[in-house]
């Protein structure tokens, strides 16, 4: 009984994927094809994570990549070398395949462009490298790739074919003056002000970091904002640069709070390079700025101090016209006070004696006697 229950379990498996054809072809079907590329010698990987180089103008240099089947079939690559450039991310990439490279990626050549690599094989493939002997000094970088082109399907649903690749990158730098040089831009600056009148508002604008040296660099990306004079100023990182390689640029779109409107503000952008290159780590790298102003009116403030002053103004003139009119009631009271008083104390005046009488009567008649 013991050694007929493993068989019998088998026996009900077997049945199993006998009855779901469709699972076994599942089942069935091989992994997709995987692989890799990296720096190697003649005797296997050295440990080198990408290909560094320093050299002279019209020096050439022999090295090996190491090509990796990790499928378990076989699988035909094509080999070729490539330039790199910068994304709009400020990611790392090389030009599409069908682009030709112009600068290191066309100075890298094989004896082989397309080879065959067995499962679970890796192949060290030799290449040579030679620099120009007018070639700019400064950095070059690309990258060498393994390429399978395979049929796929796009969004539509049409037939395409699709080049998947992996690659190892290639750092060269070539003898020479070097000029480290990150220069920044900003553009469409503008204030927006806040739902609160009372508060501060925020600037936006568009930035542009162009590598206009010879040296991959990266660094920090600074605003200064402040009013006139450097009223209220202060400094802001706007981004954290990637590596930007020579010729290319970064772009993007900062906001900065907390801003008051002080009529017209003042926007500096700042860039504080870093070494990408050990190399260059004990240089001093010099900072480059730009300049640009916006329009920040403090319509909000002074719309909210203009109700203020009405509201001020309007109440004291109804306390004043208050005042006025108590005044007038009370004046009005001790009049009426004073005229009730006087009628009730007035004495009767005596009526005149008769020489008084005579005296007041006769006086007029003698002095008209005596002319």
Do not use: C
């Not at 000029?179 to 600037?203: C, I, K, Q, R, T």
């Amino acid at each position: 009984m013991r050694r007929a229950l493993p068989i019998a379990t088998a026996a009900v498996l077997a049945t199993l994927l006998a009855a779901d054809p469709a699972a076994a072809q599942e089942e069935a079907e091989p992994a997709p094809a995987t692989w890799g590329v990296n720096p190697s010698g003649q005797d296997g990987p050295d440990g080198r994570a990408a290909f560094d180089y320093a050299l002279d103008p019209g020096a050439t240099v022999i090295d090996f990549v190491g090509v990796s089947n990790f499928s378990t079939e076989p699988i035909t690559l094509r080999l070729y070398a490539s330039d790199a450039y910068t994304t709009d991310t400020g990611a790392f990439d090389l030009l599409p395949a069908d682009q030709e490279p112009v600068d290191v990626g066309s100075w890298i050549g094989f004896n082989e462009e397309t080879l065959t690599v067995a499962p679970q094989t890796r192949l060290d493939v030799p290449f040579a490298l030679t620099v120009p002997a007018d070639a700019t000094p400064g950095d070059h970088v690309g990258g060498i790739v393994a390429a399978a082109t395979e049929e796929g399907a796009d969004a539509s649903g049409a037939e395409v074919l699709v080049e998947r690749r992996v690659g190892a990158r290639v750092h060269l730098r070539v003898s020479g003056e070097l000029d480290p040089s990150l220069v920044p831009d900003a553009d469409e600056a503008a204030y927006h002000y806040e739902w609160n009148p009372a508060g501060p508002g925020s600037a936006s604008f568009d930035y542009t970091v162009e590598n206009a040296g010879n040296v991959r660099l990266r660094g920090e990306l600074v605003a200064r904002i402040g009013g006139p004079w450097g009223l209220l100023a202060e400094e802001v990182v706007v981004a954290e640069l990637p590596q930007i390689l020579p010729g290319d640029r970064y772009e993007g779109t900062a906001e900065v709070d907390g801003l008051w409107p002080l009529v017209r503000l003042d926007v500096e952008l700042i860039v504080r390079p870093e070494a990408v290159d050990a190399a260059d780590l004990e240089s001093r790298l010099p900072s480059r700025g730009d300049e640009t102003a916006l329009w920040a009116p403090p319509w909000p403030q002074a719309a909210v101090a203009a109700a203020l002053a009405l509201l001020v103004w309007t109440a004291v003139k109804l306390r004043k016209r208050k005042r006025r009119k108590e005044s007038s009631i009370s004046t009005g009271s001790e009049e009426a006070a004073a005229h009730a008083d006087g009628e009730g104390t007035a004495e009767p005046r005596p009526a005149p004696s008769e020489a008084e009488d005579s005296a007041h009567t006769d006086r007029p008649a003698k002095e008209r006697a005596e002319p």
